[in-house]
């Protein structure tokens, strides 16, 4: 029989704090996190007004309204919404390849937010999650490199992301 903090045991959820909810934890991330990324790019934009630097703003303020509004809706919510959960896991990754391809090269360092979602959604929701982040994401990189110009010249670095999430992902669902 386990204790009560064995992990084999332990329901998934709050990082910080085993009683509280997982879908209100990654909505407090987005607004966080998302904010974080505005205000970088939107200091970058009015530094230097590019129009990569512009669009990839107007794109992560895009992301920090959704952000905003998900943690609203969540927060007024009595329990989780598988239905909720999927068009989240859906949207972040939708929202970050229309960030990616905003920017182009400029916004390479949002990369890290791929990898974000997939872990996410993988260790707070389980392997279905985590098969709808990889699968948008992989999409996502796909059409990357068939629209915008930055990644059709650079379909290779689209292809090794492409097989890094693919790995990330198959490597997490051992994992959980």
């Given amino acids: ?40 790019y939107g200091a970058l934009a009015w530094s230097v007004p590019t129009h990569a630097a512009v669009a990839s703003f107007h794109a992560l303020t895009l992301y920090l309204i959704y952000g905003v509004a998900t943690w609203l809706i969540i927060s007024r919510m009595q329990r989780q919404s598988n239905l909720r959960l999927a068009f989240t896991t859906l949207a972040d990754q939708v929202l970050l390849a229309v960030i990616l391809g905003a920017g182009g090269a400029l916004t390479l360092p949002m990369l890290w937010a791929v990898f974000l979602f997939l872990i996410g959604a993988g260790g707070r929701h389980g392997k279905r999650a985590l098969a709808l982040s990889c699968a948008t994401a992989l999409v996502g990189l796909v059409a990357l490199s068939v629209l915008q110009p930055w990644w059709m010249i650079n379909r290779p670095a689209a ?18």
């Fill in 1 to 40: 029989m386990g204790q009560p903090n064995d992990p084999f045991h332990r329901q998934r959820g709050y990082v910080w704090s085993p009683h509280l909810d997982p879908e209100k934890e990654q909505a407090t991330l987005r607004v966080i996190l998302g904010g974080l990324a505005t205000a970088a």
């Fill in 159 to 176: 292809l090794g992301i492409g097989l890094s999430v693919l790995g990330a992902s198959i490597y997490l669902a051992v994992l959980i």
